[in-house]
């Protein structure tokens, strides 16, 4: 695969949804990932933290990755009911969500609380799934790029390289509601992010970095979304919870 084209990944963020009756979404994950679809994208499954160990347990073999949908900056402490990254490591997950759009809308959380929960999933030996995007009001504004580079710019570590960080491109407006960016409105961001990350990763590392796309993505527009220059897969919410309709995106790279 040329540099220019890092391996896709596709994530599934289920949010604040799953019992442990839903680890039978995961066996039928593991039971149609084939081995074309092994070669062509790298599937991870991020669902709430009472189902990571038990996730992480059931997919050894399976060559699906768990994650986690937050953690703590801190490695351990007086923090109440939250998880650190060193936690999480030791559960099974070998990725982990930082920044989304819930986390900063709903926790109020900063570029510099994301930078830090970023840094201790690199401390912990995760990769650091970052996300940036904006809001109606601004790109109604026209700040769309002005606000996803200055979100870059205070939420990646300085330590961040394509093995341990991954973007994702969510616009708030889109997640959840059915709507979509242009497939050209979509390149520009995630051109202006690559871009942007030449400065924050490196000239030498910047292109193998994966940049996701995230937001209403469905099997529907899967294929047109993920052939987009730039975008290297994509963080899917709602339709991460149907097997069918999960995989359905991850084989839009089947061609």
């Known amino acids: 695969m040329s540099v220019d084209r ?9 949010k604040m949804n799953g019992l442990k009756s839903s680890g039978e979404i995961l066996s039928a994950l593991q039971t149609s990932y084939t081995p074309g679809l092994k070669a062509k994208v790298e599937l991870v499954v991020c669902p709430p933290a009472t189902l990571v160990h038990s996730f992480a347990v059931a997919s050894v073999g399976s060559r699906i990755a768990i994650g986690a ?7 351990s402490g007086a923090y109440t009911g939250d998880l650190s990254a060193e936690m999480l490591a030791d559960a099974g997950a070998t990725y982990v969500l930082a920044g989304h759009s819930e986390r900063r809308q709903y926790h109020k959380e900063k570029d510099a609380d994301v930078c830090a929960k970023a840094m201790a999933a690199h401390r912990a030996g ?11 009001e601004e790109r109604e504004a026209g700040k769309t790029i002005a606000v996803v580079r200055k979100q870059l ?11 341990n960080l991954v973007v ?13 960016p242009t497939a050209a409105d979509v390149a520009e961001v ?3 992010i690559r871009d ?5 990763v490196g000239k030498a590392d910047h292109a193998k970095v994966r940049i996701l796309y ?21 963080l899917v919410g709602g339709a991460s919870l149907v097997a069918a309709d999960f995989l359905a995106i991850a084989g839009a790279y089947l061609g």
């Open 196 to 200: 942007e990350l030449k400065r924050l």
């Open 168 to 180: 994702a491109y969510e616009p708030v407006w889109a997640i959840g509601t059915g709507l979509t």
């Open 69 to 75: 949908q937050d953690c703590h900056a801190k490695e």
């Open 6 to 14: 890092p391996r896709p990944l596709v994530a599934g963020n289920w």
């Open 214 to 234: 995230g937001g209403s993505v469905k099997p529907s527009n899967a294929a047109e979304l993920m052939a987009v220059e730039n975008v290297n897969g994509a």
């Open 126 to 136: 995760l990769t650091a799934i970052v996300c940036v995007g904006e809001t109606r």
């Open 153 to 163: 710019r205070g939420s990646i570590p300085v330590d961040s390289n394509s093995h």
């Open 190 to 192: 995630h051109a202006a």
